[in-house]
C-alpha cells in the first residue's frame, strides 16, 4: 500500500515508522529538508515543498496513492491537504489530524477528510476509559461524524454477566465488535458469555450510543420486574405460588423491551 504522509515531524514520523515496519511504501512530504537526515527513517521516499501547492501534490504523483495522512501541526495546512487530495487525485482515502478540538466540526467530507484523528480528545477517551468502568466511553469518531468506536468495561456487579451475547437485544445501529478478556482480544459469538471486567467495543451510531448507554447500566436491569410480577405471585390452582422464572430469562425479556510541532509539510 502506498502512503503519503504530510508533515514530517514527529507524528508524521511516527506514523511513517509503524508503516515501513509493516512494509508499506511510504512518502513524506515537508517543507524543511533538514528533517529527512534527522528522522531516522530508512526505507521512506522524500519530498521537499509546500503541500498545499497543486505542483507538490503533482510530483508526489498523489494518484497512485492509496492513503494520504495529513499530519502537520497546522489544521488548515491539513484540511487544505485533505481536500486537495479527495478532489483533485481521487485519493481513496484520507486521514486528518486534528490539533485543535474546536476546528473538530471542519473535519468531514466536506473538506474531503475521511477520518479525522482529534488527538486531544483521543487522549481523554483513553484517560475516562481507565477510570469510567460501567460507563460507556467514546474512543474515535469515525466515518465524518456518523458512527463512533466505543468501549465499555463491565462492572463486577452488572447485569449482564452471565448472559450470551445473543441473549441480549442490542441496538439496531450498534454492533459488537470484539470482546477485550484477561489482555487477550475475543471475537465475539452469539455462544460467549459476558464476565464482569470484560471490556466490549462496539461500533455504533452517535445517534445509538445513548440507547447503548441505557441498556448497558445497572438500573435497567430494575425496570423489568415490575411488569411481571403481579403474573408470578398469584397463586395456582392447587394454591402453591407459581415458580418465578430464572433470572437469565427474566433478563433476556427485560433487555428485549423498550503532539505540538508546527506546520512541517
Known sequence: MKVVIVGA?????SIARE????????????????????????GAHWLVGDACELSTLQDAKLDDADVVVSATGDDKVNLVVSLLAKTEFG?????????????????NDSWGVDVAVNTPQLM??????????????????????????????????????????GDIDWPEDSTLVAILRDQAPITPSRDDVIDGGDELFFVTTIAAEDQLRELLSPGSSE???????????EASADGAAEAPLPAAVQQTRLDQSPEDDGFDG
Open 9 to 13: 515531524g514527529s507524528v508524521g514520523s
Open 19 to 42: 508503516l515501513l515496519a509493516h512494509k508499506h511504501e511510504i512518502l513524506l512530504i515537508d517543507l524543511k529538508p533538514e528533517v529527512i537526515g534527522r528522522s531516522g527513517l530508512r
Open 91 to 107: 485519493v481513496g482515502r484520507t486521514v486528518g489530524r486534528v490539533n485543535n478540538p474546536k476546528n473538530d466540526w471542519m473535519f
Open 124 to 165: 481523554t477517551a483513553l484517560v475516562e476509559e481507565a477510570v469510567e468502568i460501567g460507563d460507556l466511553v467514546r474512543l474515535l469518531t469515525l466515518q465524518t461524524g456518523v458512527s463512533s468506536l466505543v468501549e465499555f468495561t463491565v462492572p463486577h456487579d452488572s447485569h449482564a454477566i452471565g448472559l450470551t451475547v
Open 223 to 233: 425496570e423489568s420486574g415490575s411488569g411481571e410480577g403481579s403474573g408470578s405471585a
